[in-house]
């Protein structure tokens, strides 16, 4: 996605790590570098993320579990 960007690029294995970190700790959304990082705040605090929270709401519970 950033390739011909000049920009700091987290290692693939740091990525990785983070995104198996994410998992084992259940979390919903991962950020797994840095960059990425500095960006979660403001995902979790949006309208994108608010409007996610309130249509699972019209899931039903056995649906969402299956997921």
Do not use: H, Y
Request: glycine content about 8%; cysteine-free.
């Amino acid at each position: 996605m950033n390739r011909g960007f000049e920009m700091p690029k987290a290692p693939p294995e740091t990525a990785a790590a983070g995104i198996f970190d994410g998992l084992e700790n259940g979390e919903e959304d991962i950020f797994p570098d840095p960059m990425s990082k500095s960006l979660a705040e403001g995902w979790r605090k949006g309208a994108v993320k608010s409007l996610e929270r309130e249509f699972a709401a019209f899931v039903p519970q056995a649906a969402a579990n299956a997921a």
